[in-house]
């Protein structure tokens, strides 16, 4: 099953029990895809080199390769 189609160079994947989340580091995106449907959100937009990644019961967190920052969406 294809989640997504043409993402700017997905660096990082990670799983909960309900959603696949990336991280698009040439676009500045970081993406859900929900499970089973595959629903496509996008959770932040005009990121600086979005890289890594981590997902809790409550948020989404990533740091930006281009300024060094952590950042946090709500899930």
Do not use: F
């Not at 991280?23 to 995106?29: I, L, Q």
């Not at 089973?36 to 930006?64: F, K």
């Amino acid at each position: 099953m294809k989640l997504a189609e043409q993402q700017g160079s997905p660096r990082r994947i990670v799983l909960d029990g309900t959603a696949v989340y990336w991280t698009n580091h040439d676009d500045g995106r970081v993406m859900r895809a929900t499970l089973p449907g595959a629903e496509l959100t996008t959770v932040a937009a005009g990121q600086n080199a979005p890289s890594g990644l981590a997902v809790d019961a409550s948020g989404v967190y990533w740091t930006n390769e281009g300024d060094g920052t952590v950042m946090r969406s709500e899930k």
